[in-house]
Structure formats: C-alpha cells, structure tokens
C-alpha cells in the first residue's frame, strides 16, 4: 500500500549566524510512521524540530505537511500537530486537570471529563490534578506537557526527549502509547536519546550532524 507523506521536509537548513546547525536535511513521514531524530548532543535535532513547528524560521529548505507548504498558523496545522518540547509554558494559575479541561474544549473533544480523567489517569498524574504546575516534580510536569498532546485529536505528534525525566514504567507506557497512535495512523516524529524508545517505536531514523 503506497501512501502519500503527511510530512515532507526537504533540503532543510539552518544557521544562528555564521554556525550552520542543519544542513539539507530531508526526509519524510507516512501516516501510521515514526522517524527518529537522532545525533549527540547539540548537533540540531531540537532545532529541527522547532523549524518542524515554526518556532524557528529556517534559513532554507522546503517543509510541506499533507502536500501544502507548512503554515503553524492555520487551522488545520493547529488542529492536526500536537508537540511536546521542554520549555512549555503553563498558566501558573490554572491546575493540572484544568490545563487538560481548556486543551481538550479547544480542540472539540467529546466527553471532556471523560477525556481528562482517563489521560490523568494513562500519565499517572490523577492524584496531582489539582496541584498548580509549580509544584509538580520534574517528572510529574514532564507527564503533564506528554497529557497535553495526549488530551487532543492529532496526526502529527512531534516530541522533543519525550522519554526524559520519565522512570522505567512511564518509559515503557510512552513506547507503548506511541505504538498505539500509530497504528491509529498518527504519524510521529521524535529526538531522542534512548535506544529502547527507538528501537519500539521508530520506522525510520534521521542521524543530524554527521555527514552521511
Ligand atoms: N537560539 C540559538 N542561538 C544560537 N545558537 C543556538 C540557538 N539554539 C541552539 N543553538 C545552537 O545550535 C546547536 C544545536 O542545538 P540544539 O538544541 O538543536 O541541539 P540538540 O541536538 O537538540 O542537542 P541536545 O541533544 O543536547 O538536546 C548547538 O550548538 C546550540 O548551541
């Protein structure tokens, strides 16, 4: 079965000022596909990610989701990608449960509560879900930015480290969550550091940094 990419990035580069941190970068994604962004530290895959999401603008190369050039302002982007990267913001004064509530509403999910109990409960966080964000531990803030994706309808999942700051069980129900979305036909695209959480979830993998 022959399927057209939802993602397409092609000849993507990037410099901050005279440092070229990606350099014709190119690969794609089917529905139902995990690419691993792959590389030691500081050689660019949070930087490619972050052009992936229009956070960063890149210097050159082409990037196309479902065969129209990428635009993170509109509708069907905000609807389709969901993300996780390390620096999310969270109102500091609306709860754990309540950051779920507002995503969930935003993106037209049906059974909110239901939503968000069940996500609370998949992360583990459903004892925390009235606390504020400043008093979650690392990890338990870390589950939080993973149920903000989780919470809402996507077909893109791109995730910076998703594995890190996680202990072994949500490690494994990260790989396993992942496989799940899918088979649904998400497609995924993810840095990441841990063997194990490659080698379950990846078709593919990108190597950043080294010339092939
Ligand atoms: N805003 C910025 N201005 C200047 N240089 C930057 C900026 N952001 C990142 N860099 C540099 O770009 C390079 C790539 O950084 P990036 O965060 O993409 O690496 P990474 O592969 O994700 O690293 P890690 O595995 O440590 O998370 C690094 O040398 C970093 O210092």
């Not at 993300?83 to 109102?91: A, H, K, P």
């Not at 396993?176 to 649904?184: F, G, S, T, W």
Request: overall charge negative; some cysteine; hydrophobic content about 40%.
């Amino acid at each position: 079965m022959t399927s057209k990419p939802l993602l397409r990035v092609n000849r993507l580069t990037h410099a901050y000022g005279p440092h070229v941190v990606l350099d014709e970068v190119s690969f794609e994604v089917k529905a139902g596909a995990a690419v691993a962004v792959i590389g030691r530290n500081g050689t660019g895959k949070s930087t490619l990610l972050r052009c992936i999401t229009g956070a960063e603008k890149p210097s050159g190369g082409t990037i196309t989701f479902n065969g129209k050039p990428y635009d993170e302002t509109s509708e069907q982007l905000r609807r389709d990608v969901a993300t996780v990267f390390d620096d999310i913001d969270f109102f500091p004064d609306l709860t754990v449960a309540e950051h779920l509530d507002l995503l969930a509403r935003a993106h037209g999910v049906p059974n909110v509560e239901d939503a968000v109990d069940e996500t609370l409960r998949q992360l583990g966080i459903d004892n925390a879900s009235r606390q504020f964000p400043s008093t979650l531990s690392s990890g338990q803030r870390h589950r939080l930015a993973l149920a903000t994706a989780f919470v809402r309808p996507r077909r893109l999942l791109v995730l910076d480290e998703p594995e890190q700051r996680l202990d072994v069980e949500g490690r494994q129900w990260l790989a396993e969550k992942l496989r799940a979305d899918l088979q649904d036909g998400v497609s995924v695209v993810f840095a990441s550091h841990s063997p194990d959480l490659i080698d379950a979830v990846a078709t593919k993998t990108v190597r950043i940094g080294e010339k092939a």
